[in-house]
């Protein structure tokens, strides 16, 4: 027996492609089905095999015809696609410049008020040659020249930082720490500096706070804590606390605080400053003894 080959007709009429003489021809010989539109066809030749297939006229002519209207579409929404993207280009270029012009700006800013700052320090320091008959006024002009210094130095590491809004507060410290050694005379390895800890980046808004109790801490510390040309070091450490919280640790081994020595109620304008500061930040802190005298100041860190 021999196979009939296997045809599907695609198109209109009652055969579906061809006309019924040509139908008529292939009958005999061949077992054939109907299409009556592309869609219709590409289902049928997916679920069955055929040895050929016959599209009429009209459906080659429409094929066609989709085929130049799909073109046509296609380039045109490439077209539109071309100009959205070049329009968000240039929105991205102008956000870009934007976002110079911004940070230069910062940076200006940072730079006038460090010289501004600046300025302000050495009018202390003129005021304070004035007064070389009073060493206690003079005293009270070069704290001021160091805590305006303090302020000034945060604005000096924004200006060089790569990033404009925030401070490394570790090499910040260390810079500000170093400065009150030389401001202090101890740059002879009398006292030494030990630095721990970690990077943490800190606001301006945390960082003036913060570094003005820390010129207080150390400042206290090289005053008070080695006298008459004592030895000794003083250990500053700085770190991210797992709550979230930075915590500071200012510690030295000199002759510690007197027994009945309350920090709350001490009424010297340092240990004023640094707990008006602590509760500016929402930090708490702890001052005591342990082979020195130790200082423990933590305050919650922004959610980044």
Known sequence: MVRKERILYVGSGVAGAVSSGQVAEHSSSSEYSVAYTAEEAYVKLGEEAYDAVLVDKEVVTELFNCRSRLEALVEERTCRLMDEIE????????????????????????????????????????????????????????????????????????????????????????????????????????????????????????????????????SNALKYAFPEGCEGEITMSIKRTPDSRMELLVTDNGIGLPEDFDFRLADTLGLQIVAALSEQLNGNYRLYNSHGTVFRFSFPLPAS
């Open 87 to 218: 329009s968000r280009r240039r929105a991205e270029e102008r956000l870009r410049i934007t976002l110079r012009d911004k940070d230069i700006l910062f940076r200006e800013v940072h730079h006038r008020v460090k010289n501004n700052l600046q300025v302000v320090s050495s009018l202390l320091r003129l005021q304070a040659e004035r007064v070389s008959d009073d060493d206690k006024a003079r005293e009270m002009f070069h704290e001021c020249q160091k805590r305006v210094r303090s302020i000034s130095l945060v604005h000096e590491h924004l200006y060089s930082s790569p990033d404009s809004s925030s401070v490394c507060f570790r090499s910040y410290a260390m810079k500000l720490v170093y400065g009150l050694f030389k401001a202090y005379g101890v740059c002879d390895g009398r006292i030494r500096l030990v630095v721990d800890g970690e990077s943490v980046a800190l606001g301006i808004d945390m960082a003036v706070p913060c570094g003005l109790i820390l010129n207080e801490l150390v």
